[in-house]
């Protein structure tokens, strides 16, 4: 597509329940990124993708949050046993190689609501 | 480690009224300098970038000078519209073999007709 999608757009479940949020990243984009977005906070970086490995992932809080990339292309990232904290805006960004002079291409986020 | 404070919001504004967002940074050597925008609902847009000291960024009216000297890269616009009501957000990207951006907090504009 010509732009990184995410789903679903808004998820509510409960908690101590398992969540899967999706990122299909921009065609030919090498390099992605997923990050957390609280309410009047900044972009928490939580891991990133060189292809499908993961060289960071320094970000991710607990042991609860997972991450994989499938193909080069899609990524999931789970969160298992979840917590009202975990309530968030999560988003994803794709680059072309990853290079610190290119810019992050976002999607428009999932908002995950924990009852 | 590296850093990046704004300044705090809301920033509130008058129609054709001169913006400045101000941006500072921490960061070893030498890192590549953004400014993103996120209206709501939405996720985050390129609004320019510089990547070495004393280049300019500009898009869409709006400014921005990477200053190694006072490490800065604040925002400006000339004249502020409706439409330009959103969250900013400044970004370093450090480089020399780390490619993990740091985000500013954001600051909100809010511009009346």
């Known amino acids: 597509g010509a732009g990184v999608s995410q789903s679903p757009s808004n998820k509510v479940t409960e908690k101590g329940k398992d969540v899967e949020l999706r990122c299909d990243p921009i065609?030919?984009?090498?390099?992605l990124y997923w990050y957390r977005q609280s309410l009047g906070q900044g972009l928490e970086f939580l891991i990133y993708?060189?292809?499908?490995?993961?060289?960071?992932k320094s970000g991710l809080p607990s042991d609860r949050f997972s991450a994989e990339r499938t193909g080069g292309s899609v990524s999931t990232l789970t969160i298992q046993r979840t917590q009202q904290e975990d309530s968030a805006v999560y988003l994803c960004?794709?680059?072309?190689?990853?290079?610190?002079?290119?810019?992050?291409?976002f999607g428009d986020g999932t908002r995950l609501s924990i009852l | 480690g590296n850093s990046v404070t704004q300044m705090e919001g809301p920033v509130t504004l008058s129609e054709e009224a001169f913006l400045t967002i101000n941006c500072t940074y921490t960061?070893?050597?030498?890192?590549?300098l953004f400014w993103y925008v996120q209206y709501p609902g939405e996720g985050l847009q390129l609004l320019l970038k510089?990547?070495?000291?004393?280049d300019k960024g500009s898009n869409k009216g709006f400014e921005a000078t990477y200053r190694k000297e006072t490490t800065s890269f604040h925002l400006e616009k000339g004249s502020v519209q409706v439409s330009d009501s959103a969250v900013y957000f400044c970004?370093?990207?450090?480089?020399?073999?780390?490619?993990?951006?740091?985000f500013g907090r954001g600051t909100s504009l809010i511009v009346h007709p």
């Open positions: 970004a370093l990207v450090p480089g020399g073999g780390s490619y993990i951006p740091t």
């Open positions: 960004a794709s680059t072309k190689d990853g290079y610190s002079n290119q810019p992050q291409h």
């Open positions: 993708f060189q292809g499908n490995s993961a060289p960071d």
């Open positions: 960061a070893t050597g030498y890192p590549s």
């Open positions: 510089a990547t070495k000291a004393d």
């Open positions: 065609s030919g984009h090498t390099a």
